[in-house]
């Protein structure tokens, strides 16, 4: 079982859409949880970072953590087409971020 | 946010040559910097965790040797492939870490194709 698991997608919705990303994690050491957007042939590019279980948002996006359940989510309101990208989730204990495989976001116009 | 930089943004390479790639932190210091690797359509792996100052710690797998992992100042780390074959050609990125930051940030990138 892979540490932090996430569905490849591809996902497609419609411009002003509601986006759902989710992620589960089984390590229980872990602390911290981010979010990147990564464009095609680019590095990721942190969009959320949060510590705690609860909800945290920024703009557009909102992180949602649960530990209980071990389930991260990423909300995206009023999609847009430069959304379209990879979105990565991450989890770190002490040192080392485990990196989920990443979901393929396109929103078409 | 940190700034992370990466040189070369790509590299065309003949089988057997060695090849370096810097990784410098702009607007801070990086007491601690990760390179990892990513093949299309997978997620990042990570190769290497480098603290200033320390000798890299490798991960599962990873050739010490091949991938020579310099980190010499709080600034600057290089990934240096040696000897490089067509199957090291890959997506290569690195990432650091301020002592003060729990964020990570990460560079660019560096496309090694190797002929």
């Known amino acids: 079982q892979k540490e932090v698991e996430q569905d490849p997608g591809p996902l497609s919705v419609p411009e002003g859409a509601i986006v759902s990303l989710n992620c589960t994690y089984s390590n229980s050491a872990f602390q911290y949880f981010m979010w990147y957007r990564q464009y095609s042939r680019k590095g990721p590019e942190l969009l959320m970072y949060?510590?705690?279980?609860g909800n945290k948002e920024d703009g557009r996006f909102t992180a949602q953590v649960d530990k209980s359940s071990k389930y991260i989510s990423l909300f995206i309101r009023d999609s847009q087409p430069s959304d379209s990208a990879t979105y990565l989730c991450?989890?770190?204990?002490?040192?080392?971020?485990?990196f989920g495989i990443g979901t393929k976001l396109q929103v078409i116009p | 946010g940190a700034v992370v930089s990466q040189h070369p943004s790509w590299v065309i390479c003949k089988s057997g040559t060695s090849v370096k790639i810097e990784c410098r932190s702009l607007?801070?210091?990086?007491?601690?910097m990760f390179w990892y690797r990513q093949f299309p359509k997978q997620s990042l792996m990570l190769m290497a965790t480098s603290n200033e100052g320390s000798k890299a710690t490798y991960e599962q797998g990873v050739e010490k040797d091949k991938f020579l992992i310099n980190h010499a100042s709080l600034t600057l780390s290089t990934l240096t492939v040696t000897s490089a074959h067509p199957e090291d050609s890959s997506f290569y990125i690195c990432s650091a870490r301020a002592l003060t930051y729990n964020e990570q940030f990460f560079g660019p990138g560096t496309r090694l194709t190797v002929l």
């Open positions: 607007d801070f210091q990086a007491t601690t």
């Open positions: 949060t510590y705690s279980s």
């Open positions: 991450a989890s770190r204990g002490y040192q080392k971020v485990t």
